[in-house]
Nanobody
Framework: VQLQASGGGLVQAGGSLRLSCAAS????????MGWFRQAPGKEREFVAA????????YYADSVKGRFTISRDNAKNTIYLQMNSLKPEDTAVYYC???????????????????WGQGTQVTVSS
């Protein structure tokens, strides 16, 4: 599956952005999807994930209550609505996919098979 992330940009602290990730090439509804981010000099970290059906969502503690992940299987797209942004949210954001039914946790980078190219989010103070 090919993934294309978009929607990043420069925003002031307290502002909002919505990221999108469009998928192509395979049956989108067969994949669990995740968002990760990587700040300069840091490892890539989990942000949010959503099961193939959209029935379950998961968030890192640092974004819980501020970010919302969703998916539209008819449009082969997932979204990350980011509110109350903070300077520490500044990073390149990546979407990722893995086949449904994988047992291992959704929180690990290594459990995903496919990655988008990343979109830059910069939050100014």
């Amino acid at each position: 599956v090919q993934l294309q992330a978009s929607g990043g940009g420069l925003v002031q602290a307290g502002g909002s952005l919505r990221l999108s990730c469009a998928a192509s090439g395979r049956t989108f509804s067969n994949y669990d999807m995740g968002w990760f981010r990587q700040a300069p000099g840091k490892e890539r970290e989990f942000v949010a994930a959503i099961r193939w059906s959209g029935g379950s969502t998961y968030y890192a503690d640092s974004v819980k209550g501020r970010f919302t992940i969703s998916r539209d299987n008819a449009k082969n797209t997932i979204y990350l609505q980011m509110n109350s942004l903070k300077p520490e949210d500044t990073a390149v954001y990546y979407c990722a996919a893995r086949p449904r039914g994988v047992i291992t946790t959704l929180f690990y980078v290594s459990t995903y098979n496919y990655w988008g190219q990343g979109t830059q989010v910069t939050v100014s103070s």
